[in-house]
Nanobody, 125 residues
Framework: QVQLVESGGGLVQAGGSLRLSCVASGRTFSTFSSYTMGWFRQAPGKEREFVARITGSHGSTYIADSVKGRFTISRDNAKNTVDLQMNSLRPEDTAVYYC???????????????WGQGTQVTVSS
């Protein structure tokens, strides 16, 4: 079993910041650094949306245009963690945020093999 557990969500005012963390574990989870890690979000009534990803060993990042300049993604392969730093939050960032792991490489949800349960982020105006 592979487990991804997110934390750090909550309620914040517009313009504020939050830092989401995701820790990966599991007996069948092979080397963490071999996985591309991603963050997605899903707002009520909307499809799941790609937010950011970071590759395994090289740590190359890709950020969605909707959050570019405000969100950053980072990882610590020694701790099996991936973080999403969210600054200048807006009400439209309100969603459930999911951490995901992929053995391939891309921005589409179907390319990700493992998912966390999600953490709620609510941005008030």
């Amino acid at each position: 079993q592979v487990q991804l557990v997110e934390s750090g969500g909550g309620l914040v005012q517009a313009g504020g910041s939050l830092r989401l963390s995701c820790v990966a574990s599991g007996r069948t989870f092979s080397t963490f650094s071999s996985y591309t890690m991603g963050w997605f979000r899903q707002a009520p009534g909307k499809e799941r949306e790609f937010v950011a990803r970071i590759t395994g060993s090289h740590g190359s990042t890709y950020i969605a245009d909707s959050v570019k300049g405000r969100f950053t993604i980072s990882r610590d392969n020694a701790k099996n963690t991936v973080d999403l730093q969210m600054n200048s939050l807006r009400p439209e960032d309100t969603a459930v945020y999911y951490c995901a792991a992929s053995r391939s490489y891309g921005n589409s949800a179907y390319m990700y093999d493992y998912w966390g349960q999600g953490t709620q982020v609510t941005v008030s105006s």
